[in-house]
């Protein structure tokens, strides 16, 4: 299994809202990210978990919160959000040595209304 | 913090031409530098990938080349194909994780 999974493929949610967004691997990579990105943009790294410790966090506002419950799960706790932060959210895994080669998932398309 | 740039954000060509995508980075302690292929409605893809110590890479159609002392790295694609159309991002990683992805190119082949 070389797949990176994500769920919900879409989600709405408004600003008083707590949602969860879910990722899985099972590929026994033990490094998982989540990555924002807005249109026609790069994507930006928010959140790093090496051997479920979390290992980057690139200075993102605590309305987001991430776990690592496992080394094959990684959620993205969302509590009052705000509407620039509709995006697309990406999880993905590698390895976990060095960094190296990302599996990227297919991504949340979240709209904050 | 490391920086890449990419260049063009628009390339169009014909079917069958070649495409060149151009990046260059900031932070000499970068030591590997993925190309992503990104289709409508999906997440990043890798498609070629080099090591700081490697200065060409070649996959059938696809080749990456790396020059170290200009902290510069090119995707070349030869006989393109419609399905080759996509946005490709180069990246840098420095070791630890941390991807800097650049801004991206637009890829259109025209049949």
């Known amino acids: 299994d070389t797949e990176v999974t994500q769920t919900p493929k879409h989600l709405v949610m408004g600003m008083t809202n707590k949602k969860s967004l879910k990722c899985e691997q099972h590929m026994g990579h033990r490094a998982m990210y989540w990555y924002k990105q807005k249109a026609k943009k790069p994507p930006e790294l928010m959140f790093v978990?090496?051997?479920?410790?979390?290992?980057i966090n690139e200075s993102v506002p605590s309305r987001f919160s991430p776990e690592c419950p496992n080394s094959s799960l990684l959620n993205l706790h969302l509590h009052a959000l705000q509407p620039e932060d509709s995006a697309l959210y990406l999880c993905a895994s590698s390895l976990g040595h060095l960094g190296g080669e990302q599996f990227f998932g297919p991504g949340t398309r979240l709209t904050v209304l | 913090g490391e920086n890449v740039e990419q260049h063009p954000s628009t390339l169009s060509v014909q079917e069958g031409d070649s495409a060149v995508i151009k990046c260059t980075y900031s932070d000499s302690a970068s030591n590997y530098f993925p190309w992503y292929k990104q289709e409508l409605g999906k997440g990043p893809q890798l498609i070629i990938d080099?090591?700081?110590?490697?200065g060409e890479k070649k996959d059938q159609r696809i080749a990456v080349t790396l020059n170290k002392t200009a902290k510069h790295f090119s995707l070349h694609i030869t006989e393109t194909q419609p399905e080759d159309s996509a946005v490709y991002f180069c990246?840098?990683?420095?070791?630890?994780?941390?991807?800097?992805f650049g801004a991206g190119t637009r890829l259109f082949v025209k049949a």
């Open positions: 990246a840098a990683e420095t070791g630890g994780f941390k991807t800097i």
């Open positions: 978990y090496s051997y479920e410790k979390l290992s």
């Open positions: 080099i090591r700081s110590n490697v």
